[in-house]
Antibody, heavy 123, light 108 residues
Framework: QVTLKESGPVLVKPTETLTLTCTVS??????????VSWIRQPPGKALEWLAH???????SYSTSLKSRLTISKDTSKSQVVLTMTNMDPVDTATYYC???????????????WGQGTLVTVSS | EIVMTQSPATLSVSPGERATLSCRAS??????LAWYQHKPGQGPRLLIY???TRATGIPARFSGSGSGTEFTLTISSLQSEDFAVYYC??????????FGQGTKVEIK
């Protein structure tokens, strides 16, 4: 059974750094072409992709947030970690991790998602 | 960036009726489109990928169609558990693979 679960602080102050952890089970982060993305959804707004990491450690970042994001993985712990620096109230959102679905050799959406974690940025 | 536009924003449907949701891309995404169902407190659930292929375990009442810039998700006979928000996502240009704003299917 594939599951993903996000964990991290529920409240961060402006200018602080957010660290979120996605713990996966039912698959290995070392399997070929396995990948995990972080996606967020501000209240009342659309889903926004943030970053992705593949099993070969290939990484991608949102163009607009690239300077603030770092994604990494610890295969032995089955965890994917996202850090976002210089948090602002506009970063208040539910943050999700999701596994990429691979069809053929290409990404075809996300087949498993965590339940999400709400992060509020406020002083 | 490819912009995905969903319509309507809210769809009021009675149980047992058909629901038709639309998604339009600002440029062609071929058939590289997915649909998700999202309920409060849960992560989105993949329903359709490749514009028309149902994901594992998805009931046959869900069907997807379209290619290029125009796509449709049809729920043939709404069940109580189908009332949720539905998102389309293009992955022709991935990353980032942009999402639509969502269509809320509510009970009429």
């Amino acid at each position: 059974q594939v599951t993903l679960k996000e964990s991290g602080p529920v409240l961060v102050k402006p200018t602080e750094t957010l660290t979120l952890t996605c713990t996966v089970s039912g698959f290995s982060l070392s399997n070929a072409r396995v990948g995990v993305s972080w996606i967020r959804q501000p209240p009342g707004k659309a889903l926004e992709w943030l970053a992705h990491i593949f099993s070969n450690d290939e990484k991608s970042y949102s163009t607009s947030l690239k300077s603030r994001l770092t994604i990494s993985k610890d295969t032995s712990k089955s965890q994917v970690v996202l850090t976002m620096t210089n948090m602002d109230p506009v970063d208040t959102a539910t943050y999700y991790c999701a596994r990429t679905k691979i069809s053929g050799l290409a990404v075809a959406g996300y087949d498993y998602w965590g339940q999400g974690t709400l992060v509020t940025v406020s002083s | 960036e490819i912009v995905m536009t969903q319509s309507p924003a809210t769809l009021s449907v009675s149980p047992g009726e058909r629901a038709t949701l639309s998604c339009r891309a600002s440029q062609s995404v071929s058939s590289n489109l997915a649909w998700y169902q999202h309920k409060p407190g849960q992560g989105p659930r993949l329903l359709i990928y490749g514009a028309s292929t149902r994901a594992t375990g998805i009931p046959a009442r869900f069907s997807g169609s379209g290619s290029g810039t125009e796509f449709t998700l049809t729920i043939s006979s709404l069940q109580s558990e189908d009332f949720a928000v539905y998102y389309c996502q293009q992955y022709n240009n991935w990353p980032p693979g942009t999402f639509g704003q969502g269509t809320k299917v509510e009970i009429k």
